[in-house]
């Protein structure tokens, strides 16, 4: 079945540093592609999606490009903030799932000043 | 504010009780997602609704039962509470059911059980 698999955290990184935070998944098909922020003690938000091959999903700073030869949908950020600190979390979507969400286990992302 | 709402924000109970978690998707959205989040199981798609009728099912226990009534407001019945279903749980709206639509999560409604 479909799945996400995500690097582990926790990520700590100083305000500034570049982040890159690992996703693949495993899919029939031809899914659609989320990260999802959650803010300590909130619901989650979407950040970007990408939904066919080759896209680059962009928003706050954040990008992300759906490679399908390597089957990836990192997320990259130039320049993190201590505002930035929250779980990230990399989903899947597809017609087999009924268009819900599938997703990775979350990585923690910690931005000291 | 995302616009989707669920309430009681927080609920605790004993084992073996039934609770009942309401969802209110934001306005116009006719699809209704429920989710668990749990720390040994990450987060995990339990069902959805579309304008009433249910659409896809994931991995939702048989003590689990959800509606969703005409007004679009959803419910998620949990019963014969265990202590493993100790959980956030979280609601999603979204306008349509395919793969472009958007959704928008609730606050989520944490539940304990002792």
Known sequence: GNSVTQMEGPVTLSEEAFLTINCTYTATGYPSLFWYVQYPGEGLQLLLKATKADDKGSNKGFEATYRKETTSFHLEKGSVQVSDSAVYFCALSDLRSGYALNFGKGTSLLVTP | ?114
């Not at chain 2, 006719?30 to 995990?44: I, N």
């Not at chain 2, 048989?62 to 959980?87: K, Y």
């Not at chain 2, 709206?93 to 793969?99: L, Q, R, T, V």
């Open chain 2, 1 to 114: 504010d995302s616009g989707v709402t669920q309430t009681p924000k927080h609920l605790i109970t004993a084992t073996g009780q039934r609770v009942t978690l309401r969802c209110s998707p934001r306005s116009g959205d006719l699809s209704v997602y429920w989710y668990q989040q749990s720390l040994d199981q990450g987060l995990q798609f339990l069902i959805q609704y579309y304008n009433g009728e249910e659409r896809a099912k994931g991995n939702i226990l048989e003590r689990f039962s959800a509606q969703q009534f005409p007004d679009l407001h959803s419910e998620l019945n949990l019963s014969s509470l265990e202590l493993g279903d100790s959980a956030l749980y979280f609601c999603a709206s979204s306008h349509d059911s395919g793969n472009y639509n958007e959704q928008f999560f609730g606050p989520g409604t944490r539940l304990t059980v002792l």
